[in-house]
Every structure is written in C-alpha cells, then in structure tokens.
C-alpha cells in the first residue's frame, strides 16, 4: 500500500498543475487499489485529504471526469466515507454533472450521489431541493437506449420516490409517460420489477395516478394479467401480483378512478369485473378491491348494483365460506358495504340475499372479516322490515354481544355496538328488544352512551329510549345494574355534552319515570337542580325539553 501513499502525494501536485497523463495515471491506480480492497484504500484516501482535491477535478471539461466520479462511487459504497465526501463539498458539484452530455460521465456521477446520499433521507431531500428530479427524468428520456443509464436513473427515482416530497416535483414533470414507455419495452422480469418499484411509491400521490392512467399503464398492466394469469412459475406469480395491487392503488384517486369508470362501459372496468369470478386468488382479492374503489361515489354504486355485481360478490363471497381465504373474504365485504351506502340500493340488495350471505361469516375469528361484516349489515338495515328481522336472529344478537367485548379491537367493538343500537333504532320491535335483552346487550348499549364520539352515544340515547318506550319491564334490572340513571346525570352536567346528547338524554329520563326503581334513582340525584339550568339553553330545543322534563319530574315528585 506504500505505493498508493506514493500515488495520493502525486495526484494531488497533478492536480494543481492539471497534466492530464498524470493525472490519469494516477486515477487509473487508485480505481485499481480500490478494486483489490476498498475498504483499506478508502481509509487512506480519507486520512490524506484528497477528497478536497476531487471537488476541484469534477468539471465538465475536463477528460478525467468520469475517473473521479468513478471513484467517489467506488469509496461511497463504505458507509464511514460518506460524511466526509459531503464534508469534502462533492454534491454540488457533482450534482452541476448531471447536465453533461458525456454519457459516462452521467453513469458515474449518478452512481457518486445514489452512493454517497444512500439510506440519507436528510442529503436525499437536499438532492431535491437542488432539483435533480426534473434533471434525472430528461436523462431517462434521452438516453433511454442506454441500459447502465435507466438503470441509474431507476434507482434513483426508487430512493427519491419514498420521500414525500418529491412527489411534488415528480408530478410536474412527464415521468409518467417517460416509465409507461420504457415499461412497453421492457421483456425481461427483473427490468419490469425495477420499472414496478419506482411505480408504486409515486402511484400513491393522486395527481400522478391520473398522469399514469392517461400515460396508457393500466393497458399494460391488464396485458401483463392475461400473460401471466395460468402460469405456476414464481416470477410470473410475483408480476401477476404487483399489476393487480398497482392496478387497485390507481383506483384510489378519484380522478383516476372515475376516468377508469367510464360511466360502467369502459374496458378497464369490465376486465376488472372478469376477475372477481377467476379461479385465481390474487385476481379475486383484486377485483373485489377494485369494485370497492369503483363503490365511492353514489352514481357509480347504482350502476354497479342495477348491473348485476352484488351477485359476483355472492358467489366469490359463497366460495370462500369454508377455510376461505381472509383478504378476499375482507375484500368482498368491503365491496358490499360500499354498495349498500345509497338509499335506493338496500331494498335491492336485500332482496338479492345479500345478508344471508354476509351471515354466513358470522362464525369468523378474523377481526378484519368481522368488522366489514358488521360494517355491511348496518348499511343495509335501514328498513324496518329488514332490521325486525335480523334482530330476531338469536345467534347473530349473541355475536354481536360478544364482540362488543372485543376489546383488542376497537372497530369491531365500535361496530357491534352501532349494530345493536340500529336494529332497535330501526326495528321499533319488541321482539329485538326482548332478544337483545336476554343476549345481555342491554350495559353495551348503556356504555356506548358515555362513547367519546358524538355520533355513537346519540345512537346509543335513541335506542335506549325506545327500549324504555317499548319494554321497560323487561330491560328495568339491567338498565339499573348499568347505572344509566347516574350517566344520564353526568351527561347533563357536563357542559361539554352536545344539545343532542342533552336532548336526548331528558327524552330518555322521561321514559324511565315508569318504573318504579329507576324513579327512585331519579328522585335521589337531584335531577331537577340539573334540568332547570338547561331551560336557559342557547339551543330551543334543549330549553323546550328541558321545560317538558321538569314538570314531569314536578309532577311524578
């Protein structure tokens, strides 16, 4: 090594007097020690101070140009020499590199700052804010024909793409075109696996989803589909994956996915729907998300509905009843609970049997399976016909019971109790009322009320106000061992419970008075002190109620 000691001395004399032959020499056997052990000549290199001297060598006319950015690729790779060759100024300089037309010159630059800014988000984004986004998408369009430069410039984009901040910049450029027409070109696996990286981290900024749907991706990812849907080959299996998950991210934009759409007639949507009953899972798992994406606006729903798809759904969902598989169960669940959202759908998908199906994954251990479950029979109770009727099935009012105990899982728990609540809210059933009661539904009801979220304690109000309208008797000891009469109290002292909370809440202590133990709690708290405050409420109707609940707390005193 003594002679490397001898070729760091010469090199940095050349390179204040600039003799070209030396100079390169001297490269020439630095790249060479480099190659024998890197490790220990980049130690050296760094202890003689010769990265300063590169910093004044990386000039665009210079013929050695290439050989120092080779060289700070080289000793970049050591995780230690990256500090100091930012330390030594290198980015800047390297970064003004990236205009040259000298295509070598690119490839080794390219690889100095992808080297020296690896795993660095803080010296990525300083790349960003220098602007070699733009830049590195001209490269690619200009020397797309060369292989070691796409290949840079793809990684590149891999590394830049995982900070949000370059989407931004990635949006106001053609990179869209530039990787859909290389994408076209590319046969072999690994080149499309690199062109899918780079794909799916911008794919998930919205305004870039729509430049990829007109750039013609989604052509090339049902092409890859049909290629590739009957092989068993590994490669192929993993391509067929990424297209149908890339497919489903671009329909999470709502430009991209209403363009796709097209009013229901277009291709894409029609492919889509061809995959839900394939024999492959990959492509059921897709289809079923794809129509949940399509499932986000009214309009499209009713289409999707009138034109025969919660029937697909039925069936994908049918053949995945025992030891199904769980993301396309989840998936095709997520679908329907979409579908169900508008109004004029859920007398048509109950028509078509969707709740029996659904029900048949009552017996589902899998929390995410469980909540969309729970998620697609609210949506579709609204009628009273459709509510009375489930809330007379005893194992589905066990079940819900019993995941309101969930407490691992906050959305199941959340679901079961808005479930139960909307089966007396819609139902107005005595029978639901008494089933729900006898499955011990009535304290989950009698917590939800004290719930954090607005929404849910006012559900949970109205149906407990109902059960005490419709079957007091019956309900009277769980109500009382639940405390509602203290809850209530605390709700209507507590300044911060929303006017319907409050409302609702004396609507309720109005429907209590008639029995005969929970007036006698009502008696002791003192509510009259509470109430009268709340005749001077700013809102009308809680001073009105408050006015209605006061003298029936006078007169039942």
């Known amino acids: 090594m003594d ?32 190659a024998q052990n890197n490790m220990e000549t980049s130690e050296k290199m760094q202890g003689s101070g010769i990265l300063q001297v590169f910093a004044s060598l990386l000039t665009p006319q210079s013929s050695c140009t290439a050989k120092v950015a080779n060289i700070i690729a080289e000793v970049a790779k050591n995780e230690f020499m990256r500090i100091p060759c930012v330390d030594a100024g290198l980015i800047s300089p390297l970064v003004q590199l990236l205009n040259s037309k000298d295509q070598e010159v690119l490839l080794q630059t390219g690889r100095a700052l992808g080297n020296i800014c690896y795993d660095s988000h803080s010296l990525q984004a300083q790349l960003i804010n220098m602007g070699v986004i733009p830049t590195l998408v001209k490269l690619l369009g200009i020397h797309c024909h060369n292989a070691a430069l796409t ?24 990179i869209a075109e530039e990787l859909v027409k290389l994408f076209k070109k590319q046969i072999e696996h690994d080149k499309r696996e690199m062109i899918f990286e780079v794909l799916a981290p911008l794919a998930e900024n919205d305004a870039i989803k729509l430049q990829l749907v007109e750039a013609g991706l989604v052509e090339c990812l049902l092409e890859i589909v049909q ?83 919660v029937e697909k759904l039925m069936d994908l969902l049918d053949r995945h009843v025992e030891d199904g598989n769980v993301t396309v169960q989840h998936a095709a669940l997520s679908a329907l609970r979409n579908l169900a959202i508008p109004v004029v759908n859920k007398a048509k998908m109950l028509s078509a049997g969707v709740t029996e199906t659904v029900l048949k994954f009552l017996k589902s251990e899998m929390p995410p399976v469980q909540f969309k479950l729970l998620g697609t029979l609210r949506m579709l109770i609204d009628a009273q016909e459709a509510a009375e009727q489930l809330g007379r ?38 029978d639901v009322i008494k089933a729900i009661v006898q499955s011990g539904g009535i304290k989950h009801l009698v917590t939800m009320a ?46 911060r419970s929303a006017p319907e909370i409050k409302y609702n809440s ?36 809680v001073a009105q109620q408050a006015s209605l609940t006061e003298q029936r707390l006078t007169v039942e005193s």
């Open 3 to 34: 002679n490397l000691s001898d070729t760091l001395k010469k090199l940095k004399i050349t390179a204040v007097d600039r003799t070209e032959d030396s100079l390169e020499g001297c490269l020439d056997c630095l790249l060479q020690a480099l």
């Open 151 to 174: 290949e840079m410039c793809l990684v590149a984009f891999g590394n830049l793409a995982e900070l949000e901040s370059s989407k931004e910049q990635f949006a106001s450029t053609n």
């Open 227 to 309: 290629q590739k849907v009957d092989s068993d080959k590994e490669d192929d299996i993993a391509e067929l994956k990424t297209a149908s998950d890339l497919m489903v991210l671009l329909l999470l934009g709502d430009e991209s996915m209403q363009k796709l759409f097209e009013g229901g007639k277009g291709n894409v949507f029609q492919r889509v729907l061809s995959w839900i009953p394939s024999n492959n899972h990959q492509l059921q798992l897709a289809g079923a998300l794809a129509i949940a994406n399509f499932a986000r606006n009214d309009g499209n729903c009713i289409h999707m509905v009138d034109n025969g798809i």
């Open 393 to 430: 099935n005893v194992k589905l009012v066990e079940r819900l019971v019993e995941w309101c105990e969930a407490k691992d899982h906050a959305g199941v728990m959340g679901e079961s109790n808005r479930l139960l609540s909307a089966l007396i809210r819609h139902s107005k059933s005595k």
């Open 450 to 495: 004290t719930s954090e979220h607005v929404i849910m304690q006012n559900e949970a109000l109205v149906a407990l106000a109902l059960i005490a309208a419709l079957e007091l008797g019956t309900a009277e000891k769980d109500l009382e061992s639940a405390k509602l009469v203290q809850i209530l109290h605390r709700l209507l002292a507590d300044e």
């Open 506 to 541: 004396m609507v309720l202590i109005c429907a209590l008075m008639g029995s005969e133990s929970l007036h006698k709690e009502v008696q002791d708290l003192a509510f009259l002190d509470v109430v009268s405050k709340l005749r001077s409420h700013e809102n009308k109707s």
